[in-house]
């Protein structure tokens, strides 16, 4: 089965712990993103990567730190530095659309802090 | 900066009906746009896309119109379903590899 594969679908942190949220695609896409979805809220870039070993920050890329080692996968950590971390985590990769490069999305992570 | 927004945060529409969702964009040299659809507790799935040399784009029941006059677009749904229950996000394309940009999205509820 193709596409993007987010794991684990449902994670819990303490207060205090890193914890990492994986994304895999078998798309062959060169862009890969990170989003932070809150209830009822739109999408905020955290992180994203336009190629394998280089990746930028997004717009609220504190408290979270990435790596692209592999084309295929770009797993995210959510430290202890980010003081508000429960949320909803998407990951997407570009690739080619219809009438352009689009985006397409994982079915997501979400991440409560307990 | 530049941003990408939507009219109305919640539309009602009658099963059968059809539903137009709007979204104003501000930067001008946006030259890519799409259309996702989101269910609850799901990833966002891609609906159509639509460049900025097309005024107008049609799939399956739904339509994508841009108007670079007045930097807009809208989704039309034909025939509204129970199925079509979900938050729309536009968003939008510049050129030089730049993230996308997510407008805050619209709640669509279909009334049976």
């Known amino acids: 089965d193709g596409g993007i594969t987010q794991s684990p679908k449902y994670l819990f942190r303490k207060e205090g712990q890193n914890v990492t949220l994986s994304c895999e695609q078998n798309?062959?896409?060169?862009?890969m993103y990170w989003y932070r979805q809150d209830p009822g809220q739109g999408l905020r870039l955290i992180y994203y990567?336009?190629?394998?070993?280089?990746?930028q920050k997004g717009d609220i890329a504190e408290g979270y730190s990435v790596s692209r080692e592999k084309k295929e996968s770009f797993p995210l950590t959510v430290t202890s530095a980010q003081k508000n971390p429960t949320a909803f985590y998407l990951c997407a990769t570009r690739g080619q659309g219809n009438s352009g490069n689009t985006i397409y999305f994982g079915e997501g992570s979400w991440l409560t802090v307990v | 900066g530049e941003s990408v927004g939507l009219h109305l945060p919640t539309l009602s529409v009658q099963e059968g009906d059809n539903s137009i969702i709007n979204c104003a964009y501000s930067?001008?040299?946006?030259?890519?746009f799409i259309w996702y659809k989101q269910e609850s507790g799901k990833g966002p799935q891609f609906i159509i896309d639509?460049?900025?040399?097309?005024d107008k784009r049609q799939g399956q029941r739904v339509t994508v119109l841009l108007n670079k006059t007045v930097k807009h677009l809208s989704l039309q749904i034909a025939a509204t379903q129970p199925g079509d229950s979900a938050v729309y996000f536009c968003a939008e394309f510049s050129p030089g590899n730049t993230p996308l940009v997510f407008g805050k999205g619209t709640r669509l509820s279909v009334i049976a």
């Open positions: 639509i460049r900025s040399n097309m």
């Open positions: 798309l062959n896409h060169d862009a």
């Open positions: 930067n001008s040299a946006s030259d890519y």
């Open positions: 990567s336009q190629i394998v070993n280089d990746f």
